[in-house]
């Protein structure tokens, strides 16, 4: 069984930068898609970012906020999410998320979960 797992998270100051690793314990073979997404406390979860990996080497990638940018290594089992200019909105539990088809922004795309990850951004 595939498990996700999110590192990487901690305290920042407001417009510093983070990068967040994402890696499944399984090689991902063929088409793919994982998002990112976040909750803060009495917060719905929300769309965060998300890369759709075609079979023979294809993808793109899909941002809710330009500071953020998704990226992949497929060989590696890895999805990165590299945050630029936090502000303390941002703060919130990061979760990882694989769906073993094409993906968008509702959670209701992705069929398999990681812990999460917090990340806090003060002043």
């Known amino acids: 069984q595939e498990q996700l797992v999110e590192s990487g998270g901690g305290s920042v100051r407001v417009g510093e930068s983070m990068t967040l690793t994402c890696s499944a314990s399984r090689r991902i073979i063929g088409a793919w898609s994982m998002g990112w997404f976040r909750q803060a406390p009495g917060k719905e979860r929300e769309f965060v970012a998300a890369?759709?990996?075609?079979?023979?080497?294809?993808k793109s990638e899909d941002s809710a906020d330009e500071r953020f940018l998704i990226s992949g290594e497929n060989a590696k089992n890895a999805v990165y999410l590299v945050m630029n200019n936090l502000k303390p909105a941002d703060t919130a539990v990061y979760y990882c998320?694989?769906?073993?088809?094409?993906?968008?922004?509702?959670?209701?795309?992705?069929?398999?979960w990681g812990q999460g990850t917090q990340v806090t951004v003060s002043s």
């Open positions: 890369v759709n990996w075609s079979g023979y080497g294809t």
């Open positions: 998320a694989r769906s073993y088809n094409n993906a968008g922004r509702s959670t209701t795309d992705y069929h398999l």
